[in-house]
């Protein structure tokens, strides 16, 4: 991966698909009493009806979405930083013929609280990988900064998470955002290194999204330097978007762009961004970062920002609404 920074053919919930796709377990209890939230975060609410959304995302609008990494109006590419571009790209390197890549991600079985999440900025329509997480309100949704505000574009409208999300089919639905939320450093200049963000979704047949797939745990201000599995849903060659990939490895610092996010082991392109980092192996650690971006003359490490006081300001403004 070099790389910074896609609905199914059939959206109606199937119980035996659903029983099938069950990987993450029964619903994480939520915290009990609201957080107090510090004032260095940024909210928009979402006013899109679930029937608005379900008639806006055809199979086709899904199908067709771009990988969140090319809205990149910011020009990180000109830094030799890029939001997950394609497998293989080098912006700084010399043109040559390139060998075919390789996939090196894992592809593990959905899960259940694992997706995608497809939204609109500036009239196009994009896709990122997100994860349902503990809350208050048990209705909120992890991933990165750049899935839901561009400094040029604005915020994402028309926001939609789509759990355990695999070929097409969608077992637990379609769930539409009410609210976004993320932090003041990225909402104001676009830094990398908050590039995190939460959406609140609203209930679904009567239940709300923990209640329906699970939720992780989250973690904040906690040491560098842990070991992490990724999980998201690569789009660009040489992956489709259609099913669930991960990486795994331990974290270091960022060397090259100075940074304050850290960077694993993976090859995972555009599309996968916004995908959770759980400590440890496997789906049901704690989160702790998401995938967000990497540099074109380093190939195969992919950067996650460090989930201290702003993220967590973030999480916590989006877990009280």
Same mark, same amino acid.
């Given at each position: 991966?070099?790389?910074?920074? %896609?609905?199914?053919?059939? !959206?109606?919930?199937?119980? %035996?698909? /659903?029983?099938? !796709?069950?990987?993450?377990?029964? &619903?994480?209890?939520? +915290?009990?009493? +609201?957080?107090?939230? $510090?004032?260095?975060?940024?909210?928009?609410?979402?006013?899109?009806?679930?029937?608005? %959304?379900?008639?806006?995302?055809? +199979?086709?609008?899904?199908?067709?979405?771009? +990988?969140?990494?090319?809205?990149?109006?910011?020009?990180?590419?000109?830094?030799?930083?890029?939001?997950? $571009?394609? /497998?293989?790209?080098?912006?700084?390197?010399?043109?040559?013929?390139?060998?075919?890549?390789?996939?090196?991600?894992?592809?593990?079985?959905?899960?259940? *609280?694992?997706?995608?999440?497809?939204?609109?900025?500036?009239?196009?329509?994009?896709?990122?990988?997100?994860?349902?997480?503990?809350?208050?309100?048990?209705?909120?949704?992890?991933?990165?900064? *750049?899935? #839901?505000?561009?400094?040029?574009?604005? =915020?994402?409208?028309?926001? @939609?998470?789509?759990?355990?999300?695999?070929?097409?089919?969608? $077992?637990?639905?379609? =769930?539409?955002?009410?609210?976004? *939320?993320?932090?003041?450093?990225?909402?104001?200049?676009?830094?990398?290194?908050?590039?995190?963000?939460?959406?609140?979704?609203?209930?679904?047949?009567?239940?709300? %999204?923990?209640? #329906?797939?699970?939720?992780?745990?989250?973690?904040?201000? !906690? &040491?560098?330097?842990?070991?992490?599995?990724?999980?998201?849903?690569? &789009?660009?060659?040489?992956?489709?978007?259609?099913?669930?990939?991960?990486?795994?490895?331990? &974290?270091?610092?960022?060397?090259?762009?100075?940074?304050?996010?850290?960077?694993? $082991?993976?090859?995972? #392109?555009?599309?996968?961004?916004?995908?959770? =980092?759980?400590?440890?192996?496997?789906?049901?650690?704690?989160?702790?970062? @998401?995938?967000?971006?990497?540099?074109?003359?380093?190939?195969?490490?992919?950067?996650?920002?460090?989930?201290?006081?702003?993220?967590?300001?973030?999480?916590?403004? /989006?877990?009280?609404?």
């Amino acid at each position: 991966m070099n790389s910074r920074g %896609l609905k199914a053919a059939v !959206l109606a919930a199937s119980t %035996l698909m /659903a029983t099938a !796709l069950m990987t993450g377990g029964p &619903a994480q209890a939520a +915290p009990q009493t +609201p957080l107090k939230a $510090p004032a260095a975060t940024i909210s928009h609410a979402q006013t899109d009806s679930q029937d608005a %959304l379900e008639a806006y995302w055809t +199979p086709e609008r899904m199908k067709n979405a771009k +990988p969140g990494n090319t809205i990149n109006s910011q020009g990180w590419g000109e830094q030799g930083r890029s939001i997950m $571009p394609k /497998a293989g790209a080098d912006a700084l390197a010399a043109p040559q013929p390139k060998a075919a890549p390789v996939k090196r991600a894992g592809s593990p079985a959905p899960v259940s *609280h694992i997706g995608k999440v497809f939204f609109t900025l500036g009239g196009q329509n994009y896709v990122c990988s997100a994860n349902s997480v503990q809350s208050f309100n048990q209705s909120t949704v992890a991933t990165a900064g *750049h899935c #839901t505000y561009d400094i040029n574009a604005g =915020w994402a409208s028309k926001f @939609v998470f789509v759990p355990a999300y695999s070929n097409g089919s969608a $077992p637990y639905g379609m =769930w539409s955002a009410t609210s976004l *939320h993320s932090t003041s450093e990225w909402i104001s200049r676009n830094d990398i290194s908050y590039d995190g963000a939460f959406a609140v979704v609203a209930p679904l047949n009567g239940r709300t %999204l923990a209640a #329906t797939v699970g939720a992780s745990r989250i973690g904040f201000n !906690l &040491a560098r330097g842990l070991t992490y599995t990724a999980y998201g849903y690569p &789009a660009a060659a040489p992956f489709n978007g259609e099913s669930l990939k991960n990486c795994y490895g331990t &974290a270091s610092r960022d060397r090259i762009g100075g940074t304050q996010s850290q960077g694993i $082991p993976c090859d995972m #392109t555009g599309g996968s961004s916004g995908g959770p =980092w759980f400590i440890g192996s496997g789906s049901s650690g704690t989160q702790n970062s @998401v995938n967000s971006f990497g540099y074109n003359t380093q190939k195969n490490v992919m950067y996650g920002p460090y989930f201290g006081s702003s993220i967590q300001s973030a999480y916590t403004n /989006a877990s009280n609404r």
